[in-house]
């Protein structure tokens, strides 16, 4: 069976600073992971996946995320956080051997300070 | 806008009613997903279609069905409505394929009174 953690449930950052939402994950097969945002009264967008290619991803919006099988991480950043980054964001694995449904974290809550 | 279209937004419906959500996919995608975000359980798998046929199947109840048809749109049929029941549900699409991109609806409030 496959999960994700986010550590964290609510995230809050000034204006301008470093984002970073952690994600750990559990899988018995090599794992495709997921990341996306939910704005209110909205469905989920994609911002970046990791299907075995580069470890270090990059997405939309200026996020980036980095695999780290020997830390089975695949957490978020962004460099400077922007007012309009605020939202909810999940991390999700699905299987890379096929199963193609995805298992969701609980998500982060990210809130920016002015 | 990701291109799936479901209806309605919203629903408010009493316990032990039926209900019907509908889920039109992207063009050209074949594949199907129905998921439910509620407050206790998080956002979770339902049930996947493929090309009309069911292809996996989550944490979906046995009072919830659901179908995909020939011009691939989907539904989602959920009966003897329960308070536990009020919650988002998602409809997602994609081309198929482990490597594809799951596109997401903006989902149906059903709200059960």
């Known amino acids: 069976a496959q999960s994700v953690t986010q550590l964290g449930s609510h995230v809050s950052v000034s204006e301008g600073a470093l984002v970073l939402l952690r994600c750990n994950y559990s899988?018995?097969?090599?794992?495709?992971l997921f990341w996306y945002v939910q704005y209110p009264n909205q469905g989920l967008q994609l911002l970046l996946k990791?299907?075995?290619?580069?470890?270090l991803v990059k997405g939309i919006n200026g996020f980036e995320a980095e695999f780290k099988k020997s830390e089975t991480s695949f957490h978020l950043t962004k460099p400077s956080a922007h007012m309009s980054d605020a939202a909810e964001y999940f991390c999700?694995?699905?299987?890379?051997?096929?199963?193609?449904?995805?298992?969701f974290g609980t998500g982060t809550r990210l809130t920016i300070i002015p | 806008d990701s291109g799936v279209t479901q209806t309605p937004k919203h629903l408010i419906t009493a316990t032990g009613q039926r209900v019907t959500l509908r889920c039109s996919p992207r063009?050209?995608?074949?594949?199907v997903y129905w998921y439910q975000q509620s407050l206790d359980q998080g956002l979770q798998f339902l049930i996947q279609?493929?090309?009309?046929?069911?292809?996996a199947k989550g944490n979906i109840l046995e009072r919830f069905s659901a179908q995909q048809f020939p011009d691939l749109h989907s539904e989602l049929n959920l009966s003897s409505l329960e308070l536990g029941d009020s919650a988002l549900y998602f409809c997602?699409?994609?081309?198929?394929?482990?490597?594809?991109?799951?596109?997401f609806g903006q989902g149906t409030r059903l709200t059960v009174v």
């Open positions: 997602a699409s994609s081309e198929g394929g482990k490597r594809s991109e799951a596109f």
């Open positions: 999700a694995v699905s299987d890379a051997g096929g199963n193609e449904k995805l298992t």
């Open positions: 279609y493929y090309n009309g046929e069911e292809r």
């Open positions: 063009s050209g995608d074949l594949s």
């Open positions: 899988s018995s097969v090599p794992p495709y």
């Open positions: 990791y299907t075995s290619a580069a470890t």
